[in-house]
T-cell receptor
Framework: AQTVTQSQPEMSVQEAETVTLSCTYD???????LFWYKQPPSRQMILVIR??????QNATENRFSVNFQKAAKSFSLKISDSQLGDAAMYFC??????????????FGKGITLSVRP | DAGITQSPRHKVTETGTPVTLRCHQT?????MYWYRQDPGHGLRLIHY???????DKGEVSDGYSVSRSKTEDFLLTLESATSSQTSVYFC???????????FGQGTRLTVV
């Protein structure tokens, strides 16, 4: 079974600074997806960024980028130029690329990010 | 807006009573999921469906049952609610061609 580990329960960053959120996972599969979801106080789950395991290039979405290390099974999220609106809980998630009964997301426990003005 | 609606959004119920949460989608997505979110545990999969009348258990399925008699609705039932089932419940949907899942707004259930 796949597992996702987020070992830091909380982090804090100064506005306009850069912060990196860590995530590791365990799987025996070679083809899969990895995601970072953001959950603000509104409780809505918002997709921040995704990475396909077969792609060597790290995904980037504006101020958000990932450092995907497939051999190390590491998937960290870097937030540049942090903004007050980035304060939220962030979840790392894994999904097998296979379809059918295996097509489900496995989440880490999440990390609460606070942004200091 | 991925066309997914959860109802009710909030519910308080008494221990031992049955409770049904509904997830409704308008996008004809094949896959539907029920998760619960608890502090320190992230989101954990309860049950999921990969087609009408095709369902399977997730990692925390004890005390829950599901039904999917039509594509658009996925029902989660707590046959006899317990205080340990106090949680926020999320429904998610996905199609075969989708990379990511889309989430509903969540249902906060309190069992007293």
């Amino acid at each position: 079974a796949q597992t996702v580990t987020q070992s830091q329960p909380e982090m804090s960053v100064q506005e306009a600074e850069t912060v990196t959120l860590s995530c590791t996972y365990d799987t025996s599969e070679s083809d899969y997806y990895l995601f970072w979801y953001k959950q603000p106080p509104s409780r809505q789950m918002i997709l921040v960024i995704r990475q396909e395991a077969y792609k060597q290039q790290n995904a980037t979405e504006n101020r958000f980028s990932v450092n995907f290390q497939k051999a190390a099974k590491s998937f960290s999220l870097k937030i540049s130029d942090s903004q007050l609106g980035d304060a939220a809980m962030y979840f790392c998630a894994y999904r097998s690329r296979s379809t059918g009964a295996n097509s489900k997301l496995t989440f880490g426990k999440g990390i609460t990010l606070s942004v200091r003005p | 807006d991925a066309g997914i609606t959860q109802s009710p959004r909030h519910k308080v119920t008494e221990t031992g009573t049955p409770v049904t949460l509904r997830c409704h989608q308008t996008e004809n997505h094949r896959y539907m999921y029920w998760y619960r979110q608890d502090p320190g545990h992230g989101l954990r999969l309860i049950h999921y469906s990969y087609g009408v009348k095709d369902t399977d258990k997730g990692e925390v399925s004890d005390g829950y049952s599901v039904s999917r008699s039509k594509t658009e609705d996925f029902l989660l039932t707590l046959e006899s609610a317990t205080s340990s089932q106090t949680s926020v419940y999320f429904c998610a949907i996905k199609n075969r061609a989708d990379t990511e899942a889309f989430f509903g707004q969540g249902t906060r259930l309190t069992v007293v």
